[in-house]
T-cell receptor, first 114, second 111 residues
Framework: EAQVTQNPRYLITVTGKKLTVTCSQNMNHEYMSWYRQDPGLGLRQIYYSMNVEVTDKGDVPEGYKVSRKEKRNFPLILESPSPNQTSLYFC?????????????FGPGTRLTVL | KNQVEQSPQSLIILEGKNCTLQCNYTVSPFSNLRWYKQDTGRGPVSLTIMTFSENTKSNGRYTATLDADTKQSSLHITASQLSDSASYICVVSLSGYALNFGKGTSLLVTP
């Protein structure tokens, strides 16, 4: 089954404790992206990747890091989480970055930073 | 700053009725416009994608229209069902990878 998976689905952590949210897709997609969703603000792009070893900042990259060493994986790293990073995070992928390719979203990771 | 504005913020309709959601944008240059459906606590699911040359696109009971001259799009839902209760998000693309998201319209369909 074609899908985007994220782990963990739920995470409660404390300020300053490094964490990684994994994202994996099995569709051989080139483009992957991370979003955060907050009430009243909608979805905002954190980082995106056009292909392996090619990443770029989205609208809200501060406090986050990403890497794309393999085509299927695109982990989101919070080196020193803070309470304002409490949010619902979505990973997404599409075949290509441009054009009208459908973007597939993962199920989401709900992160709480205390 | 590119903007995507959706209206109304929320909407309640009776099962079986039709409804129309609006999306106005100021994104330029425009590449394509997408409508997503997001159930509570789940990831968005693509409904339609339209390029600037397309005026309408249907997906079952969902029909999206686009007027690139006035920079307006609408999503029409026909014969609503309880399962249509969700948030509907309009997304406008500059170049395919730069996506501008609206804040969504929350739709509740009641029996």
């Amino acid at each position: 089954e074609a899908q985007v998976t994220q782990n963990p689905r739920y995470l409660i952590t404390v300020t300053g404790k490094k964490l990684t949210v994994t994202c994996s897709q099995n569709m051989n997609h080139e483009y992957m992206s991370w979003y955060r969703q907050d009430p009243g603000l909608g979805l905002r792009q954190i980082y995106y990747s056009m292909n392996v070893e090619v990443t770029d900042k989205g609208d809200v990259p501060e406090g986050y890091k990403v890497s794309r060493k393999e085509k299927r994986n695109f982990p989101l790293i919070l080196e020193s989480p803070s309470p304002n990073q409490t949010s619902l995070y979505f990973c997404a992928s599409s075949r290509l970055a441009g054009g009208t390719d459908t973007q597939y979203f993962g199920p989401g990771t709900r992160l709480t930073v205390l | 700053k590119n903007q995507v504005e959706q209206s109304p913020q929320s909407l309640i309709i009776l099962e079986g009725k039709n409804c129309t959601l609006q999306c106005n944008y100021t994104v330029s240059p425009f590449s394509n416009l997408r409508w997503y459906k997001q159930d509570t606590g789940r990831g968005p699911v693509s409904l339609t994608i339209m390029t600037f040359s397309e005026n309408t696109k249907s997906n079952g009971r969902y029909t999206a229209t686009l007027d690139a001259d006035t920079k307006q799009s609408s999503l029409h839902i026909t014969a609503s069902q309880l399962s249509d209760s969700a948030s509907y998000i309009c997304v406008v693309s500059l170049s395919g990878y730069a996506l501008n998201f609206g804040k969504g319209t929350s739709l509740l369909v009641t029996p």
